[in-house]
């Protein structure tokens, strides 16, 4: 069964559930409308990839529908709905069996915590000052954000941070400190930094300006300090990575305090971590440079659905107590304290982290993110050995490699793509079973796509380096 | 048992559950520490109440503790951590039971929806394009979307929308659908608008324009003319308020569009409608000026977790897809489309909303909304019985009266205030019962508050009008 949860409802309600259609809840599916598929995935003329898109949900939603009158005599309707609702669920087994591309922690048990679904819990406001709301679960919250500051190494009575409701608004939050701090400030930030920065950068109308990577993935400061040097009448806003999206490149954090240091930017400068996925992992790496607010950052994000693992998206935002005064003082009309972007905030998101940190603590996760870089190495090197070009950065559990040429294999692993490579991301639920079923069916399924013999595999020595690329030409 | 949550909890661990703080998890509370309030609740010399600010949190949170080696084998923490949330949610039990200020209704069963918590539902970027990520839950997105589209009265190619976190990402999103419309264009937002309007106008870097409002609350056409007329040479940007969170004023869209119209401002105005609450509310109003697409709106968002009942905060986004594919335009590097505020999105949100849409229907809240006005009328009528100044706008279920003296009643029953001012928001969670339980105990507290006849109850003309006002002076 290949494609998304959308498309395997469809398939299972074609197979044994005509209720579902039936009843009007879903619709039969139209193939060819669905697809929304622009340019085939294939090189184009100019060397470049056109992106593929994903297919129109719109043709196969499952829609709202009017009661009859004597539905809840009949019990018809809760039948129905029953029924979508279980192969909805079969199907979120299939598809969370066969994830691989993103970096989010599929494993984890919160059956203790379904007791507190009948609740409305909102943490509305400042997670450090009570609203007159009742049912908010701050006291989590903040015991979650007492133990992340411990982790970044900030004081209590320094910091200041909210349980947000994914890495993004962590981001927004992080770039809109630094432009309030430094209101004509330039944001930089390498070209391979989420989206969610240059978006940010729109959003606040600030000036922004793109800095080269490495083939690693990494800023490259010599690039970094050209382009300080071309704006050095404004103070810099820097986002640094730990950890980019696609290759899992962490940025020299101590390389960009220098950069800036030499360029005369001593105390005109913020910078915000983008720490996503590997904000988390990274304090349990030995060799890795150190994430500290001992170091002059500004601020720190990281996603709680990812490395942790929780059934909704959500994040931890830990920043300078200091500048958060100086940006809640902007907004007194107030009755009470407003300095995150969201208003209402989900109060569950804190309750499931408070209770996988008390359960795994700093060593649990310890011994799961080494795990992770075993298998990730496992994973590369087993690609390698199949003639499968591959790259595994130093301090990451991400794995790019030659993109799978069928459409359909990528959206069976759900694999992320950009151009010529794809990722694998090994998170605490990816086994090396999980890694030996996809293996295997990845090489069983290449040798049929390149047994023709007149297309062959994409080079992709220009995205992890000559010595990764396997091939015709750099194997 | 009055107060938060936080303290609740307090309350009852030091009542029988000592094992709460003897193991680390909680922190004895110190009452005098915890409190920041900033001002005393009083009037001061100015006639001005100042702010009265929550509980400091941070001296009463549950801190997450490292586990010891032998945790596994004793079963201690597991112990404890059970014990922990088995008290709030006791806690959380009564301060649902005590909730009346806030628009949440708190009266919910996805009990059928318990069997999704052990995925990680994510509807990352565009609701209507699959992205690879299959866990999603887009099919049901959508179908609630179009339910929304059809209730404003969009046709289904004509407009784009998603499921948000909340009523302040609804405003973020539509106000900058706004601004790249006109991007030179000057907010109006009345005064009573929502305070994440205003936060949009700073984010955004907009110029924003503040507007006189009526007693009722709801927009001073006469001023937004005047100051339309001051800005001739700029385009318009004008949220206009389903509900104003305060008093529950309906703004006059009609007026407004004629308004704009007579002020030269035919085809350069984008209005967004802020119908956090009473969005889904009003179609069911027979009196009711029509919120539709069919007016020259180019916005519309309202909570979910308000009128429909969630266990987390979320809402609904429409608007109309040619400003969508502008938007998206200009994020053309990347992979996929990008055009809400967030990245990854909440998967649940949506099933929780197409479980109650399906089960509701048009008529179901058509139903819940009469009960809901008369409720608040009966709420209105009772205090004016007893001699408290109330008012209740014609349109709404928000009931605004005389703020309780005694800050404790406030926590208690969880009001919301605002100057001299309270209110009462009814939703279908708050029965005749909870009313009359409520008004009983308001009654008996008043008569202790005033009873040295020296202080007397606030007049609240200036809030309400002389004709709501039953103060010494306007009785």
Not at 267 to 295: N, Q, S
Not at 441 to 465: F, M, N
């Amino acid at each position: 069964m290949v494609g998304s949860v959308g498309n395997g409802l469809v398939d299972l309600g074609a197979a044994g559930a005509g209720a579902v259609t039936v009843n009007g809840f879903g619709k039969a599916p139209n193939p060819e409308a669905a697809a929304v598929v622009e340019g085939k995935g294939e090189e184009t003329g100019n060397g470049r990839r056109e992106i593929v898109m994903g297919r129109n949900v719109h043709t196969s939603c499952f829609a709202v529908k009017e009661p009859d009158a004597d539905d809840e005599e009949t019990g018809e309707r809760e039948a129905t709905m029953a029924s979508v609702l279980a192969l909805y669920r079969r199907s979120l087994v299939e598809r969370t069996k066969h994830h691989l591309g993103y970096p989010y922690n599929l494993d984890f048990d919160y059956g203790a915590l379904a007791q507190l679904q009948h609740f409305s819990i909102n943490n509305l406001g400042d997670p450090f000052i009570e609203s007159n709301y009742g049912v908010h679960s701050r006291q989590f919250e903040v015991g979650v954000l007492d133990w992340f500051a411990r982790l970044w190494e900030l004081e209590k009575e320094e910091y200041w941070g909210y349980i947000t409701n994914c890495g993004t608004e962590g981001n927004l939050h992080g770039i809109l400190v630094g432009r309030e701090v430094f209101p004509d400030g330039i944001l930089y930030a390498s070209r391979e930094s989420h989206y969610s920065v240059f978006k940010a950068a729109r959003m606040y109308r600030m000036e922004c300006v793109k800095v080269d990577t490495l083939i690693s993935g990494e800023i490259d400061c010599a690039d970094f300090q050209r382009k300080l040097l071309q704006n050095r009448d404004k103070p810099a806003i820097i986002n640094v990575n730990i950890g980019t999206t696609v290759k899992g490149a962490v940025d020299d954090l101590d390389s960009v305090i220098k950069t800036l240091e030499e360029s005369g930017f001593e105390d005109r400068f913020y910078i915000h971590c983008d720490g996503a996925l590997f904000g988390l992992m990274i304090p349990f790496v030995k060799k890795a440079p150190k994430v500290t607010f001992k170091k002059p950052i500004g601020s720190v994000s990281v996603s709680g659905h990812k490395f942790v693992g929780c059934p909704m998206p959500c994040g931890v935002q830990i920043t300078r107590l200091e500048h958060i005064n100086a940006l809640s003082r902007n907004v007194e009309y107030l009755a009470s304290r407003d300095a995150t972007i969201m208003g209402s905030r989900n109060g569950h998101a804190p309750i499931f982290l408070w209770y996988t940190l008390n359960r795994k603590g700093y060593r649990g996760f310890q011994k799961e993110v080494q795990k992770c870089l075993r298998n990730a190495h496992y994973l590369k090197d087993r690609l390698k050995e199949a003639g499968i070009g591959a790259m595994l950065n130093e301090l990451s559990s991400t794995v790019v490699f030659e993109r799978p040429k069928d459409e359909e294999f990528v959206r069976r692993w759900q694999l992320a793509c950009e151009g010529n490579i794809a990722h694998v991301v090994v998170m605490p639920s990816v086994t090396i079973d999980k890694l030996d079923y996809f293996l295997n069916e990845l090489v069983e399924k290449r040798a049929t796509w390149y047994q023709d013999g007149i297309s062959h595999p994409p080079c992709i020595a220009r995205d992890v380096g000559m010595d990764n690329c396997l091939c015709g030409l750099h194997k």
